[in-house]
């Protein structure tokens, strides 16, 4: 069992950017997948980028330039790093975490809100 904690959201502009942060309560190194979920309101969940334990990357499209994920084993910690920001990225971010294919560890999530 991992425990998840997210942080780094908050009201940003259009084109702007954030930094958000996953920190796990053990270490990472056995975990698959590491990942970024959002859900904006009257929206179902979708995945935004995921990061494997070979890091191996992937992003939806919407996101593709603009995002980055990123994984520090040592550190316990993946991060996505988001710029160009668009006000239909507005959503809550959840960190989540996979042993085999499913997800099935998260995080409590962090609002991102971008706006003018």
């Known amino acids: 069992q991992v425990l998840l904690v997210e942080s780094g959201g908050g009201l940003v502009q259009p084109g702007g950017s954030l930094r958000l942060s996953c920190e796990a309560s053990r270490s990472i190194f056995s975990i698959n997948g590491m990942g970024w979920f959002r859900q904006a309101p009257g929206k179902q969940r979708e995945l935004v980028a995921e990061?494997?334990?070979?890091?191996?990357?992937n992003y939806r499209s919407s996101v593709k330039g603009r995002f980055t994920i990123s994984r520090d084993n040592a550190k316990n910690t993946a991060a996505l790093q988001m710029d160009s920001l668009k006000p239909e990225d507005t959503a809550v971010y959840y960190c989540?975490?996979?042993?085999?294919?499913?997800?099935?560890?998260w995080g409590r999530g962090t609002q991102v809100t971008v706006s003018s």
């Open positions: 989540g975490a996979r042993v085999g294919a499913v997800y099935n560890h």
């Open positions: 990061i494997t334990d070979d890091g191996n990357t």
